[in-house]
């Protein structure tokens, strides 16, 4: 089965500072995808990035980047430049094969003005 | 295009009773997953309908069902009302494909009394 852990419960970060959510995930698959989700206090989840496991390219998106380390099965998100509107619970999600989603448990960050 | 809907927003119920979630995809979108979010158990997976037939589910009981149109629009019915069933009932929606990325609604918060 899938399993995905997030072992930082809580964060906080500068504005403007860079910072880095931990992901871990185990899976039998080789080809899969990797989520990034964000769910501000307005509780509307919303995506933030997407990477492709058979892409050896971390994908980025504005301000956010993956760092993908496949053979060590982890998925973290940097945050450069971080702003008061990244305040947010974000939740690492990953699809099994039946594209069921299975989310971390959520790292809570704070951007501190 | 228009995002997920997720009617009704708030939700107050009682014992016993039960409840239906309806949920409207992005238009072109086939496939709509649901999720129970709750501070304890986190985010959880109930079912996914594609073309009107279920094609995953999770592990939750019987009292949990669901069903999808031929517009793609789905509801979910929750039987026989538990406290434990107070939660966020998540909406996403998505084309399809496997690793495909899933669209969220705003959720329906659901207290039961």
Redesign the interface.
């Known amino acids: 089965a899938q399993t995905v852990t997030q072992s930082q419960p809580e964060m906080s970060v500068q504005e403007a500072e860079t910072v880095t959510l931990s992901c871990t995930y185990d899976t039998s698959e080789n080809n899969y995808y990797l989520f990034w989700y964000k769910q501000p206090p307005s509780r509307q989840m919303i995506l933030v990035i997407r990477q492709e496991a058979y892409k050896q390219q971390n994908a980025t998106e504005n301000r956010f980047s993956v760092n993908f380390q496949k053979a060590a099965k982890s998925f973290s998100l940097k945050i450069s430049d971080s702003q008061l509107g990244d305040t947010a619970m974000y939740f690492c999600a990953f699809p099994n094969t039946g594209n069921q989603f299975y989310f971390g448990t959520g790292t809570s960050l704070t951007v501190i003005p | 295009k228009a995002g997920v809907t997720q009617t009704p927003r708030y939700l107050i119920k009682t014992r016993g009773q039960q409840v239906t979630l309806s949920c409207s995809p992005i238009s072109g979108h086939r496939?709509v997953?649901w999720?129970q979010q709750t501070p304890g158990q986190?985010?959880q997976?109930l079912f996914?309908y594609f073309s009107e037939t279920q094609?995953?589910k999770?592990n939750f009981p019987g009292r949990f069902s669901g069903r999808q149109f031929s517009n793609s629009r789905s509801e979910m019915n929750v039987s026989t009302l538990e406290l434990g069933d107070s939660a966020?009932y998540?909406c996403?929606s998505?084309a399809?494909q496997?690793?495909?990325?899933?669209?969220?609604g705003?959720?329906t918060?659901l207290l039961v009394l």
């Open positions: 496939s997953s999720y986190g985010l997976f996914e094609r995953n999770g966020l998540l996403a998505s399809g496997l690793g495909g990325t899933q669209y969220f705003p959720g918060r």
